[in-house]
């Protein structure tokens, strides 16, 4: 089972990057960023809708390669100063997916740790005006091992319990913080605490019995 | 499926959204970007997944 973690970064304002400064330009999404680095320096490709000027100041380095359906594939060699991209690729981590809109790169990296993205992030600062995280996620892909499945046998609960139980987390009891307290539940089920007590650890401890076995 | 929360860090104006375990592991390491410490108050149950991550 994997343990990574996936995050998408919002990289405003990237400065030495050549696509962030044409979206911003041309006022236009720059997609299917890519780049290979046979001889040396890197080689980036991307599209921009066919209708962007070709004469945009930002497609000065650029040279148009074909056009695919209403896009055109541009190509231009990185210059060597630091870019997000090659940061990011300085640190030992790929990044898996480029997109760029109104001058912000928009960064979707897989990472080993947490850690290495608050490394990543603090780097990134150092060549951008802003760096925000979009979303995290630690969990491993549906269909790749993620899930744990057992079967929890409910009827191992005697009816008092089930209602004591489903009165509890319907009221909040099991959220943190708890939105209702052992009294609030107590007194929806009209019984005092320490019944309220005995059934929730009966009924509790017949069921993570379930989830718990090896 | 996992839950999802609107994580937003008490110290700085990092925000953004986190599903289960990446909750946990703020929860224990703190914020990505400030390292503040961060309690179960900083999250906001989400009813779905940022588009993006879906």
């Known amino acids: ?214 | 499926m996992s839950p999802w929360y609107d994580f937003t860090c008490p110290d700085c104006p990092a925000a953004f959204a986190v599903d289960d375990r990446a909750r946990e592991e703020l929860l224990d390491i703190g914020c990505i970007r400030c390292g503040a410490t961060v309690t179960a108050a900083a999250f906001g149950r989400r009813e779905t997944a940022p588009p993006s991550a879906a």
């Open chain 1, 1 to 214: 089972m994997t343990d990574g973690v996936r995050a998408e970064l919002a990289v405003d304002g990237p400065s030495n990057c050549p696509v962030a400064a044409l979206s911003r330009e041309a006022d236009e999404p720059v997609t299917e960023v890519t780049w290979s680095r046979a001889d040396g320096a890197p080689v980036e490709e991307f599209r921009v809708g066919e209708a962007v000027d070709a004469d945009a100041a930002a497609l000065a380095d650029a040279d148009p390669v074909l056009d695919v359906g209403d896009e055109r594939v541009y190509q231009f060699t990185r210059g060597t100063d630091d870019c997000a991209c090659e940061v990011v690729e300085s640190l030992g981590t790929p990044v898996a997916d480029v997109r760029v809109a109104d001058g912000t790169l928009v960064l979707t990296l897989h990472m080993e740790s947490v850690e290495r993205l608050r490394e990543i992030v603090a780097e990134l600062d150092a060549v951008a005006d802003d760096v925000s995280v979009r979303y995290l996620v630690h969990a491993a892909a549906e269909g790749e091992g993620g899930t744990d499945r057992t079967v929890v046998d409910r009827g191992q609960l005697t009816e008092r319990q089930r209602e004591v139980l489903g009165t509890a987390y319907e009221l909040g009891y099991f959220e943190y913080p708890r939105e209702a307290n052992a009294t609030a539940v107590a007194e929806e089920l009209d019984i005092g605490l320490s019944a309220l007590a005995e059934h929730l650890a009966a009924a509790q401890g017949k069921l993570l019995a379930d989830v718990l076995a090896e």
